[in-house]
């Protein structure tokens, strides 16, 4: 039986094997392995891509938001608001700052963070919000921008599932104060190992981060603060350059094979992705609503269908963040979400044939 996998990262690699192979070996001739010329090249292609002035890249996408944040001088007694639907590093990097997350609901419909709900949330001790545009669609960010400019506050995009996508015709990335990018393997733009970026156009913002990701050294040797060892990896730079010229052509694939999945399940009980207005999504995952979804991903795995739950518990449900006493039922939307969504298989390069055994499997277990 033919087996599909939620992603393909070797059919990836197989379009642009050659290109990649050269970019390795230029980096191995040359001999510069940490932030060489690729590095450097890559942040200047990024902070383009994306309509920024400055970008800096950093060992993966958790280091970015926390680089990012420390910079800001976010620590102990500040509270930063963001959602509970999302992976947990979005969270845990608040965290590792000393700093308390608080979460607001998210929108059934986009996932993302419910807008209306932000302002309750605020108070003395608010000092930033954590937007995350996930799995592809951007957040309202008009709203989250005109909320945080009334109370003072950094907007951080957590950007790491959304890299391509825009909001009211402008590229992601581009509207908070800062955003973040991970190079995960599985990410739209991943590298071949970890990888994550900061984009912005604070350029105070920047120039701390790039003095952070060297241990807080400026110059080598000389000790202003307390840094990090998280450096984007030159090797992972190159082959992100290469990737990045495709990263245009790729995302709108996903998208077609998106827009033929929500034609096929059209008249199936599942519910479909939501596109909101004025928004393209990227689709970093085809996130879909089921009841019975448990057994639904069961039968599916029987017929070699590879699926995944994005994410199985709300963070604030998360025993780690037990001491910040959410009850049961506080945040419902993700709760309610966290139990009945999940991802088929997507990628650019799955073939439409695939799309649809796998559209007709969904409707044959509803048939019985
Ligand atoms: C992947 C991801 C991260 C973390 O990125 P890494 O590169 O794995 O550290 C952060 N936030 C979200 C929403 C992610 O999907």
């Not at 965290?95 to 709900?117: C, E, H, R, W």
């Not at 077609?256 to 199936?268: C, F, I, R, V």
């Not at 069961?298 to 998360?318: A, C, D, M, N, R």
């Not at 506080?330 to 044939?353: C, G, I, V, W």
Request: proline share 4%; glycine share 8%; aromatic share 10%.
């Amino acid at each position: 039986m033919k087996q599909i996998p939620l992603i393909d990262l070797k059919a990836q690699y197989e379009t642009i094997r050659d290109e990649v192979r050269s970019a390795i070996d230029d980096v191995l001739e040359n001999g510069r392995y940490i932030l060489g010329p690729d590095v450097k090249a890559l942040e200047e292609e990024i902070a383009a891509f994306c309509g920024v002035k400055y970008a800096v890249g950093v060992a993966n996408g958790t280091d970015a938001l926390l680089l990012a944040l420390d910079a800001k001088g976010i620590g102990p007694g500040d509270e930063v608001i963001t959602t509970p639907f999302t992976f947990f590093a979005t969270a845990e990097v608040v965290s590792q700052l000393g700093a308390t997350p608080v979460f607001v609901d998210i929108d059934p419909k986009t996932y993302n963070i419910d807008v209306s709900q932000i302002k309750a949330k605020i108070n003395e001790k608010t000092k930033a919000i954590i937007p995350v545009h996930i799995f592809g669609q951007p957040a309202n960010m008009d709203e989250v921008v005109a909320i945080a400019n009334e109370h003072d506050l950094f907007v951080l995009e957590d950007a790491a599932q959304a890299i391509g996508s825009e909001y009211k015709g402008r590229k992601i990335g581009s509207w908070g104060h800062a955003a973040t990018f991970s190079f995960f393997p599985t990410k739209n733009l991943g590298g071949y190992g970890d990888g994550g970026m900061v984009v912005t156009n604070d350029e105070e913002l920047a120039k701390k981060i790039r003095i952070l990701r060297v241990h807080g050294s400026n110059p080598k040797y000389y000790h202003s603060v307390v840094g990090y060892n998280s450096r984007l990896d030159e090797l992972q730079a190159a082959i992100l350059r290469v990737k990045l010229r495709y990263l245009n052509q790729w995302n709108e694939a996903r998208r077609q094979k998106a827009s033929l999945y929500d034609e096929l399940l059209k008249d199936t009980p599942v519910v479909t992705p939501y596109c909101a207005e004025n928004r393209s999504h990227i689709y970093h995952l085809y996130i879909i609503q089921a009841t019975e979804r448990d057994d639904l991903m069961k039968y599916l795995k029987e017929k070699g269908i590879s699926t995944g739950v994005y994410y199985p518990v709300p963070l604030h449900q998360q025993d780690v963040y037990n001491y910040l006493g959410y009850e049961e039922g506080s945040l419902p939307n993700a709760e309610y979400m966290a139990k009945r969504t999940f991802a088929l298989p997507l990628y650019a390069e799955l073939e439409d044939e695939t799309i649809h055994y796998i559209a007709d499997a969904v409707k044959s277990f509803y048939q019985g």
